[in-house]
C-alpha cells in the first residue's frame, strides 16, 4: 500500500496525513472550507515530534476526481457521516481498505454499510492535537492509534494480516499502534471516557481538571463511567469495573484539556450527540439496561445545542 486519501483534512486528517506524506507516501486530501488556501499555501503541523511543512500538497474538493488510493483514512467528523454515502463509492476501488479514525460507536458499521465489498478497519486516536486555522494544525501531545478489523456480523476479528499491514504503513510513518482483536470492546472503552468528560466539560463550560477538582463533578463522573460499562456489559462487552479507577488516575495526571465536544460548542459547531449518547442510550433501552446519569447528561447536552 503506497497511495492514502484523507477524508476529511481538519485536525485528526491533518496531522495523520501530513506524518504520512512526510514520510513519502502519496496522501490525497479531501477539503471542503480550506481547499483553496492548502492548495496555494500548503498544509502545516506545528508537533513537539518536529514540525512538518507540506508546500505542495494533493488538494482536492471532488472525491469523483481523486485516485481511488489502496488506503482510505475516514477523518470525518460524524456529524456528516451521512456525507459518506456520496463520497465514499467515488473515492474507493473494490480493493480500498477504508480506516475508520472516528470517536463513538458502529462508526465503522457507517462505512461498512456503504461498501460492503471492502475492508473495514476502525481506529481510535489518542491524541490531543487542534485545528487553529486554515491549514494550520497543532499537535501538543500523545501520538497513538488503538485499531482493529471491523467484521459485518459484530464477531472479533482477531489479528489479521490485513490489520498488521496497516499498522507497519503507520509505524513507518512515526504513528504508534495498539492491536486490538475486537474493535467494538475497544470502542466501548474508549466511550467509557468521552461519554463522561465530553459532556462534562461541556455543560460546566470548563476543562477536565476542573472536574476532577470539583468534588461534586468528579462524583458525577465516575457515576456516568460507571453507566458506561453496564451499557457495555449489557452488549456482551465485558468491562471491568476497575477500569473507572483507570480512567480517573489518567485524568488527574492530564494537564487542563478540552475534548473535541467542548471544542465543537465553542465554535458553534454540530456535536456529535449520535455517536457518543444516543447509541449508547438505544443500546441500553434495547437491553432493558437503566442508565439514568447519562440520560441527564445528554438531555442538558440537548437543551444547550437549542439555545
Given at each position: 500500500?503506497?497511495?492514502?486519501?484523507?477524508?476529511?483534512?481538519?485536525?485528526?486528517?491533518?496531522?495523520?496525513?501530513?506524518?504520512?506524506?512526510?514520510?513519502?507516501?502519496?496522501?490525497?486530501?479531501?477539503?471542503?472550507?480550506?481547499?483553496?488556501?492548502?492548495?496555494?499555501?500548503?498544509?502545516?503541523?506545528?508537533?513537539?515530534?518536529?514540525?512538518?511543512?507540506?508546500?505542495?500538497?494533493?488538494?482536492?474538493?471532488?472525491?469523483?476526481?481523486?485516485?481511488?488510493?489502496?488506503?482510505?483514512?475516514?477523518?470525518?467528523?460524524?456529524?456528516?457521516?451521512?456525507?459518506?454515502?456520496?463520497?465514499?463509492?467515488?473515492?474507493?476501488?473494490?480493493?480500498?481498505?477504508?480506516?475508520?479514525?472516528?470517536?463513538?460507536?458502529?462508526?465503522?458499521?457507517?462505512?461498512?454499510?456503504?461498501?460492503?465489498?471492502?475492508?473495514?478497519?476502525?481506529?481510535?486516536?489518542?491524541?490531543?492535537c487542534n485545528k487553529v486555522g486554515p491549514g494550520k494544525i497543532k499537535h501538543i501531545s500523545y501520538n497513538e492509534i488503538r485499531m482493529g478489523q471491523y467484521l459485518r456480523d459484530g464477531k472479533a476479528a482477531g489479528i489479521t494480516e490485513s490489520l498488521k499491514q496497516i499498522s507497519r504503513l503507520l509505524n513507518s510513518a512515526g504513528i504508534k499502534t495498539v492491536l486490538n482483536e475486537n474493535i467494538?470492546?475497544?470502542?466501548?472503552?474508549?466511550?467509557?471516557?468521552?461519554?463522561?468528560?465530553?459532556?462534562?466539560?461541556?455543560?460546566?463550560?470548563?476543562?477536565?481538571?476542573?472536574?476532577?477538582?470539583?468534588?461534586?463533578?468528579?462524583?458525577?463522573?465516575?457515576?456516568?463511567?460507571?453507566?458506561?460499562?453496564?451499557?457495555?456489559?449489557?452488549?456482551?462487552?465485558?468491562?471491568?469495573?476497575?477500569?473507572?479507577?483507570?480512567?480517573?488516575?489518567?485524568?488527574?495526571?492530564?494537564?487542563?484539556?478540552?475534548?473535541?465536544?467542548?471544542?465543537?460548542?465553542?465554535?458553534?459547531?454540530?456535536?456529535?450527540?449520535?455517536?457518543?449518547?444516543?447509541?449508547?442510550?438505544?443500546?441500553?433501552?434495547?437491553?432493558?439496561?437503566?442508565?439514568?446519569?447519562?440520560?441527564?447528561?445528554?438531555?442538558?447536552?440537548?437543551?444547550?445545542?437549542?439555545?
Amino acid at each position: 500500500m503506497n497511495s492514502i486519501s484523507v477524508i476529511g483534512t481538519g485536525a485528526i486528517g491533518g496531522y495523520y496525513g501530513a506524518k504520512l506524506a512526510e514520510s513519502g507516501f502519496d496522501v490525497h486530501f479531501l477539503l471542503n472550507s480550506d481547499y483553496e488556501f492548502v492548495r496555494q499555501n500548503g498544509l502545516s503541523v506545528q508537533s513537539p515530534d518536529g514540525d512538518i511543512f507540506l508546500n505542495k500538497v494533493n488538494a482536492w474538493k471532488d472525491p469523483g476526481q481523486m485516485p481511488k488510493c489502496d488506503l482510505i483514512l475516514i477523518t470525518l467528523k460524524t456529524t456528516v457521516n451521512y456525507l459518506l454515502n456520496d463520497i465514499l463509492p467515488k473515492a474507493a476501488s473494490k480493493n480500498s481498505k477504508i480506516l475508520v479514525l472516528q470517536n463513538g460507536l458502529d462508526t465503522d458499521k457507517d462505512s461498512a454499510d456503504t461498501l460492503p465489498e471492502n475492508e473495514i478497519f476502525g481506529g481510535l486516536c489518542s491524541i490531543a492535537c487542534n485545528k487553529v486555522g486554515p491549514g494550520k494544525i497543532k499537535h501538543i501531545s500523545y501520538n497513538e492509534i488503538r485499531m482493529g478489523q471491523y467484521l459485518r456480523d459484530g464477531k472479533a476479528a482477531g489479528i489479521t494480516e490485513s490489520l498488521k499491514q496497516i499498522s507497519r504503513l503507520l509505524n513507518s510513518a512515526g504513528i504508534k499502534t495498539v492491536l486490538n482483536e475486537n474493535i467494538t470492546e475497544a470502542r466501548w472503552r474508549k466511550l467509557v471516557w468521552n461519554i463522561a468528560f465530553n459532556g462534562l466539560t461541556t455543560v460546566y463550560d470548563c476543562h477536565t481538571q476542573t472536574i476532577m477538582k470539583t468534588p461534586e463533578y468528579r462524583q458525577r463522573a465516575i457515576n456516568i463511567m460507571g453507566e458506561a460499562i453496564k451499557a457495555a456489559n449489557s452488549c456482551g462487552i465485558k468491562i471491568e469495573k476497575s477500569y473507572i479507577d483507570k480512567m480517573v488516575a489518567l485524568t488527574d495526571s492530564m494537564a487542563p484539556y478540552k475534548p473535541s465536544m467542548k471544542l465543537d460548542f465553542e465554535n458553534n459547531r454540530p456535536l456529535e450527540m449520535d455517536v457518543i449518547y444516543y447509541r449508547a442510550l438505544a443500546y441500553a433501552k434495547k437491553n432493558n439496561c437503566s442508565i439514568p446519569h447519562i440520560e441527564k447528561l445528554s438531555l442538558e447536552l440537548d437543551t444547550l445545542t437549542r439555545r
